[in-house]
Every structure is written in C-alpha cells, then in structure tokens.
C-alpha cells in the first residue's frame, strides 16, 4: 500500500510564501504520475498541478500559473508545491496524489492519496 504524507502547511499572509512536500513510501516513485489537489470549505475539491514521473512537463490550474511550480527529487521519493503570492482564495486543506496514469491524475482520479494539509492565506 502507497503512503503519502503531506507537509509544510501553515498560516502565511498574503503575499508570502509556503513549500509543501510530499513524502511517498515506494521505491518506483518515479513510474508515477504526481499531483496537488486542494479543497477549500465548502468547495468540491480541484485539481492544482501534476506532474509526470520523468517531471517534463507541468499542468497547472489557470488561477495558479506564474504563482505556484509543481516539482520533484525521484531520489527522495518527494514532490513538492512550491506557493508564491499566495492570496486568501488559497485558503483550503492541500494533499498529493500519486498514479501510474498521469490522466488519471490530471482528471483528478488517482489511486493514492495522502491525508492533506492545511494552508491558510490570511488578507
């Protein structure tokens, strides 16, 4: 069984800056797909960025592009999410998710999912 444990979250104003990570436990972490999804009260959850196990490409939310950057150290097993410019509207609980299928991860449906942290984004 695939375990993810998120970290990194935290209350930051706007403007400043957080870098989640994700810890995997499995040694072929490189054969998938990664991505952050977040889920603000109230709000379904949403898809923020993924990426493929090689990291060539990146995908991310419209409303993040420019602020956020989606990466990876295959030798640690972790990904990452950097936040810049964080704004309120950030404000939700974010988790990693981990597929073989990097379409499965970007219409939000991958097989792993770790517990999720919260990133609160104070105006």
């Known amino acids: 069984q695939v375990q993810l444990v998120e970290s990194g979250g935290g209350v930051v104003q706007a403007g400043g800056s957080l870098r989640l990570s994700c810890a995997a436990s499995?040694?072929?972490?490189?054969?998938?797909?990664m991505g952050w999804f977040r889920q603000a009260p109230g709000k379904e959850r949403e898809f923020v960025a993924a990426?493929?196990?090689?990291?060539?490409?990146?995908y991310y939310l419209d409303s993040v592009k420019g602020r956020f950057t989606i990466s990876r150290d295959n030798t640690k097993n972790t990904g990452y999410l950097q936040m810049n410019n964080l704004k309120p509207e950030d404000t939700a609980v974010y988790y990693c998710?981990?597929?073989?299928?990097?379409?499965?991860?970007?219409?939000?449906?991958?097989?792993?999912w770790g517990q999720g942290t919260q990133v609160t984004v104070s105006s």
């Open positions: 998710a981990l597929d073989s299928s990097l379409v499965a991860v970007r219409t939000s449906t991958p097989d792993y």
């Open positions: 499995i040694s072929t972490f490189r054969s998938y797909s």
């Open positions: 990426t493929p196990g090689s990291a060539i490409m990146k």
